[in-house]
């Protein structure tokens, strides 16, 4: 047989499907919702709100990773047109949404419990929404295509539309993950009304979220904005300015932090910090000098109690 006759043959053998890398994308991002779900995090997650009754941990886990597939599918096929980017994208959050879909058909088929004590009826009714299984099935699929396509489109946005977008989704999460010490933060009667509007007992509500989701995104475009504007200004007067904000904001949080934040949340910096400069003394004596030394532990401990 003759190379030419042997090269059509290899040249075919090497031809993969445009949609394979979508097709393993989503396999890959579905496989970690599937693995998240059946090794309990995601149920233990679940339990902690983000935005009360609106969206829990587990949830916005389940929404990352539907918006990182197609982020994933931006970031690997840049070089192609956005409309194919984005079917891409569609097809491998559909992939991701399927295999969750498989799980949850699978869990209300089989008694998988006995295998995996996380697949429980509980885990069943937050993946689905609780709704019926010939709704939850075709509800997963398109939410994950859709969030396939959402995540493409973030990614290839200008970074002026997708930073501040990000920031106010993160600064969402921080607040409300962290609702309980920022509710003791806010213990005061100034701002009384305010910890009113953001927090309920149970968590940050819906109309907290939104406020804070439009404060960060504004304060994300003016930042963006004031650099923008001081580019034109000599590196030498951008560098001074830059470290004088800083100090001034760092003098400021530590005038005002031991204030608002009260006696609890001092107390517990406080051992961050003895923690930090024992962590910094085994770092200079067994780390970068080598030293097997712990006598350091005995100044640490004078000073701690003097």
Same mark, same amino acid.
């Given at each position: 047989m003759t190379a030419d006759a042997i090269s059509p043959r290899i040249g075919r053998k090497r031809t993969q499907s445009p949609f394979h890398g979508a097709i393993i994308t989503g396999i890959v991002f579905g496989v970690i919702a599937v693995y998240l779900a059946m090794v309990g995090i995601l149920p233990m997650i679940h339990e902690r709100?983000?935005?009360?009754?609106?969206?829990?941990?587990?949830?916005?886990?389940?929404?990352?990773?539907?918006?990182?597939?197609?982020?994933?599918?931006?970031?690997?096929?840049?070089?192609?047109?956005?409309?194919?980017?984005?079917?891409?994208?569609?097809?491998s959050g559909a992939i991701a949404g399927a295999l969750v879909a498989v799980l949850v058909v699978a869990m209300n088929s089989i008694d998988l419990r006995s295998i995996f004590i996380a697949l429980s009826p509980a885990t069943s009714d937050m993946l689905t929404?609780?709704?019926?299984?010939?709704?939850?099935?075709?509800?997963?699929?398109?939410?994950?295509?859709v969030l396939g396509a959402v995540g493409v489109l973030l990614? /290839?946005?200008? +970074? #002026?539309?997708?930073?501040?977008?990000? %920031?106010?989704?993160? @600064? =969402?999460?921080?607040?409300?993950?962290?609702?309980?010490?920022?509710q003791i933060m806010m213990q005061f009667d100034a701002i009384a009304p305010a910890r009113e509007f953001l927090y309920t007992y149970d968590g940050l509500t819906p109309e907290g979220a939104a406020a804070i989701f439009v404060l960060a995104t504004g304060a994300s475009v003016l930042s963006t904005r004031r650099r923008a504007g001081?580019?034109?200004?000599?590196?030498?007067?951008?560098?001074?300015?830059?470290?004088?904000?800083?100090?001034?904001?760092?003098?400021?949080?530590?005038?005002?932090?031991?204030?608002?934040?009260?006696?609890?949340?001092?107390?517990?910096?406080?051992?961050?910090?003895?923690?930090?400069?024992?962590?910094?003394?085994?770092?200079?004596? /067994?780390?970068? +000098? #080598?030293?097997?030394?712990?006598?350091? %532990?005995?100044?640490? @401990? =004078?000073?701690?109690?003097?």
């Open positions: 709100a983000i935005i009360v009754d609106v969206l829990s941990m587990a949830h916005g886990s389940l929404l990352a990773i539907g918006l990182g597939a197609g982020a994933y599918i931006a970031r690997r096929e840049r070089d192609r047109p956005i409309g194919a980017i984005v079917l891409h994208g569609l097809l929404l609780e709704l019926d299984l010939q709704l939850a099935v075709p509800m997963l699929v398109a939410a994950g295509a990614a /290839v946005s200008p +970074a #002026g539309v997708r930073k501040p977008v990000l %920031v106010g989704c993160m @600064a =969402v999460v921080f607040f409300g993950v962290f609702q309980e010490l920022l001081a580019a034109g200004a000599p590196s030498w007067l951008q560098s001074r300015n830059g470290q004088l904000a800083k100090a001034a904001i760092a003098i400021v949080v530590l005038i005002l932090l031991p204030v608002l934040a009260g006696s609890y949340i001092g107390q517990v910096l406080m051992l961050v910090g003895l923690y930090i400069l024992m962590g910094m003394g085994l770092n200079l004596e /067994v780390g970068l +000098a #080598g030293l097997l030394d712990l006598g350091f %532990v005995a100044f640490f @401990a =004078v000073g701690a109690y003097t």
